[in-house]
């Protein structure tokens, strides 16, 4: 059985190297099933044909007349189940392997998804045969964090949304407990509704062969996939999930850029297990310095990155900087002499608050845009004016002006290729091109608006024009955070008091 085992294996390696059009699983699937059945043949004849195969290895993809000799030397190995094998006594199989030896044409296309990022998206198709298949890839790098997209689907059009799922992301729906893990498909650049028609298309692949040998699973599997052709009518309401470590992967938002209700986005730190299994090296804790004199507050430091723009080497300064009436916090800048490109992010120096911190600024004379303003990554951002709210993590932490700020929020935008391109859509775009309108009205003073920081953790700030005195036109507001803002900050879990105790008694 072993031996039968390993010449399946090299007749399946012998059709997979070269670049193959479709795979005849019918013949495939009998043959593997027929010698289990059948049980071992002579090994010295086993052994002859594997010499054999493995001579034919090498010429097969370079000759396609070699399928005919393929043939006569599959014969010996399958001549015991001819009657029973249809394929083996037509012409049909011989012209199939000819076919699936024929070259196909591959397709790669660079776009870039709105309000996303770049992806490549691959093409095959071949004319021989009729076959076609569409992957994806991130044509960008591995982002600093995780992205978790959890959508409320509740009415029919939300199963129209475009969806990018890189291959190492996980797709869930809790109602039904499905997952499809990572891995375990291609890339994809798709919709709501074509994953789930993707997986209804993969459980039903093999429905026959379950059902001829009279499987109880065979019903089950029936069972589970009219469940999910219910949820492509949205007869009720369902959460579809997205989790994907690399931050590659995408739900669309219809509403952008305003906020979706039905959509929340999660940006985390991936753990050393998800970033063992994207192939990224596990970053070792760093020795503590020994020297008692050494004070980083006075230096700055420097350390070697890749820009984000270009992806050429770029350093990066760091430096601890003390805001007035406020605390300490991180500052890193990179200028990339390569393009010209220049970032800066900031992060908090600080402990999370106690509380959390919400700044409302009623901008009503051009002066204001000069106000400093420290946005931390956890720091959402709402104009209520324009119907406009930038989600926590987006655009990372920035220490800027508002009017730096405000045009960060405009670049967004308006830099999209999709926003004002030939493929966008006529009603998004006018949308778009009045909200960049408005924003430039604020920037410029000839609108008045409200803007809001909203800052669970504590950590952002806003300018004060008049400290010490109260500022007339702004308000500080602390409040106590919810438990779902304490889950994304990662509170809930943690031990804040008494941790002492427990670890006396665990030694």
């Known amino acids: 059985m072993a ?3 390993t010449v399946l294996a090299l007749v399946l390696a012998l059709l997979s190297v070269s670049t193959t059009a479709k795979e005849y ?6 043959f593997s099933q027929s010698g289990q059945e059948k049980g071992r043949i002579e090994q010295m004849e ?19 007349s070699k399928v005919d000799t393929f043939l006569e ?9 001819k009657p029973s094998l249809p394929f083996l006594d037509s012409r049909d199989l011989q012209h199939q392997l ?21 992806i490549i998206v691959s093409s095959f198709s071949c004319e021989h045969c009729g076959w076609s298949n569409t992957e994806i890839q991130s044509a960008g790098r591995i982002q600093e964090q995780g992205v978790r997209y959890a959508l409320s689907v509740r009415v029919p059009e939300d199963m129209n949304r475009e969806v990018v799922k890189t291959d190492c992301a996980t797709a869930r729906i809790p109602e039904l407990d499905f997952e499809i893990p990572a891995f375990s498909q291609k890339g994809a650049l798709t919709t709501v509704e074509g994953l789930i028609s993707r997986a209804i298309s993969g459980l039903e692949q093999d429905q026959p062969a379950r059902r001829a040998k009279g499987e109880t699973m065979a019903g089950k599997i029936d069972e589970f996939i009219a469940k999910l052709k219910q949820l492509k009518r949205v007869d009720s309401p369902f959460t579809f999930i997205i989790d994907d470590p690399s931050g590659n992967s995408f739900v669309e938002n219809p509403h952008a850029p305003r906020k979706d209700d039905a959509l929340v986005i999660t940006h985390y730190t991936r753990t050393p297990q998800q970033g063992d299994m994207l192939g990224l090296k596990t970053e070792e804790p760093e020795e503590k310095s020994t020297d008692p004199v050494e004070d980083l507050r006075n230096e700055v430091l420097q350390f070697n990155t890749n820009c984000p723009e270009c992806n050429a080497p770029a350093t990066t300064n760091m430096k601890l900087v003390q805001i007035p009436h406020f605390k300490e916090v991180i500052i890193m800048a990179t200028n990339c002499e390569n393009c010209g490109h220049r970032t800066n992010e900031v992060k908090s120096g600080g402990a999370v608050e106690p509380l959390g911190t919400r700044i409302t600024l009623h901008i009503t004379d051009p002066s204001d845009m000069t106000r400093d303003i420290l ?5 959402s951002v709402e104009i209520p004016e ?8 987006a655009l990372g932490g920035k220490f800027t002006t508002l009017e730096g700020l405000l045009k960060d929020i405009c670049d967004l935008v308006t830099r999209n290729p999709f926003t004002l391109g030939d493929s966008s859509n006529p009603d998004r775009t006018e949308k778009l091109e009045e909200f960049s309108q408005k924003l430039n009205q604020i920037i410029e003073g000839k609108m008045n608006a409200h803007f809001i920081l909203d800052d669970p953790a504590g950590n952002s700030y806003l300018q004060n024009a008049y400290a010490p005195e109260d500022d007339p036109e702004m308000k500080v507001e602390r409040y106590k955070r919810t438990f779902d803002q304490n889950e994304e900050l990662g509170l809930n879990d943690m031990k804040t008091e008494g941790y002492e105790t427990g670890l006396a008694s665990q030694r």
């Open 386 to 393: 324009l119907e406009f709210e930038l989600g926590m993590g």
């Open 46 to 64: 086993q052994q002859k044909l594997s010499k054999e195969f493995l001579n034919l290895k090498a010429n097969i993809e370079q000759d396609h």
């Open 3 to 5: 031996v039968i085992t």
């Open 25 to 30: 699983k019918g013949f495939w699937e009998y």
């Open 375 to 379: 946005k931390s990554e956890t720091c």
């Open 73 to 81: 030397k599959l014969e010996p190995l399958a001549g015991w189940a």
């Open 98 to 118: 000819h076919k699936e030896l024929e070259e196909g044409m591959t397709r790669l296309l660079l776009t870039k998804i709105p309000f996303f990022k770049e």
